[in-house]
């Protein structure tokens, strides 16, 4: 019981301080169930970004729903997705319903716009944090050069994140690691 | 009926929408102003801007919005299910067949190699919020909340709660 309200508090506080849609709560979720909580262990939640990134609709709750699962069940998975979407849900049709010229005040737009260079910032650690976890494991040189050629790829060729991120999983599993390469050429 | 176009009206969009909400917001636009007329497309994009003034995901704040509009409560959580479920339930497929392999070595190559590609991914959404920032406030508010911001998160290490509730003052004070 005490894990589902802290799963509730996790993500609605994730739901209350994104500004800027889905995409924009990943620090927050990072910082409350890695850092926070520790309920996914930094690598874990790598893949789950990856995995999430790959597939189609929108992030926040894919990972809010996948945390909720993994942490407490199908309960936790619907109390996730529930702290995450339903506050603000209703924050927007009661705002719609009654007040109907909210967005012409002037200090609401100035409290949504502080915000932006905020998650600007948590973005930006978040980015450092995954390139040095890849020097660690991969090491500077290959992590340059897979930095590089995906940015080509994704930014100057638009090849689509989907597609890179499954042709790289693809390539994983088919690939032989070196390990078994030479367990062939002995057996052989 | 009126569920049953709801559901396909989110279906959509969250099944063809790559890149998290925000993307698949001119899918969502095309299935309810062009598609079924619900709303105008004035009046889509009145609910969009107020919907982006408030926090958390976009995409499920339209979906519950609109399917209310169209269908009350039960309206509402047809939107929300067709927009959150199916993503969802091929994300736990897919990751728990992942974490059921999580110590084979071609589990652990692709967790490294794929780890680069989200940090370029991470890097062009930073990249778009600060060019966002700079459209909307400015390069001298950007740069003065972005040190503050820096300094508490990563030096004081303070809760980010507390710093965009923070910001939050700041903005309705000094941006408005």
């Known amino acids: 019981m005490m894990k589902q ?100 005040i002037g200090w609401v737009q100035g409290m949504s716009k502080a915000v932006v260079p905020v998650v600007g910032v948590m973005l930006t650690m978040l980015t450092w944090e995954f390139i040095q976890k890849s020097r660690e494991s991969l090491g500077l040189k290959t992590t340059g050069i897979l930095l590089v050629v995906g940015f080509v790829l994704l930014y100057i060729f638009n090849i689509h994140p989907a597609i890179l991120i499954g042709c790289l999983i693809g390539y994983s599993f088919i690939s032989r690691s070196k390990k078994e390469q030479k367990k062939k050429v002995k057996a052989s | 009926m009126i569920y049953w176009q709801i559901f396909l009206a989110f279906f959509l969009p969250g099944i063809l929408g790559y890149g998290g909400g925000p993307a698949s917001i001119p899918l969502i636009e095309n299935e309810v102003v062009d598609k079924y007329g619900w709303l105008t497309s004035i009046e889509f994009s009145n609910v969009l801007a107020l919907g982006n003034a408030l926090p958390g995901p976009i995409a499920t704040k339209m979906a519950g919005y609109i399917g209310y509009a169209e269908g009350g409560v039960f309206g509402a959580f047809v939107g929300l299910f067709a927009t959150i479920a199916p993503s969802l339930i091929l994300m736990i497929a897919l990751l728990s067949i992942l974490m059921k392999h999580k110590n084979s070595p071609k ?13 370029i991914l991470l890097g062009i959404m930073t990249f778009d919020f600060f060019n966002n920032s700079y459209s909307g406030i400015g390069i001298t508010q950007t740069i003065i909340i972005s040190i503050f911001a820096l300094l508490f998160l990563e030096k004081w290490k303070i809760h980010p709660a507390y710093v965009i509730g923070g910001a939050l003052v700041y903005g309705a004070v000094f941006l408005a």
Request: charged content about 15%; aromatic content about 10%; cysteine-free.
């Open chain 2, 107 to 119: 589990v652990k190559k692709m967790t490294t190699i794929v780890r680069p590609i989200i940090a």
């Open chain 1, 5 to 104: 309200w802290k799963l509730f508090l996790a993500f609605f506080r994730v739901g209350m301080l994104g500004y800027g849609g889905g995409p924009s709560s990943i620090p927050l979720i990072h910082t409350e169930v890695v850092d926070k909580y520790k309920w996914l262990s930094k690598d874990d939640f790598s893949d789950v970004l990856a995995i999430g990134n790959a597939l189609p609709g929108p992030i926040g709750t894919k990972l809010a729903g996948y945390v909720g699962w993994r942490i407490g069940g199908i309960f936790g998975m619907l109390n996730a997705i529930i702290a995450t979407t339903l506050p603000t849900v209703i924050l927007l049709l009661l705002l719609l319903t009654t007040l109907n010229h909210f967005i012409g």
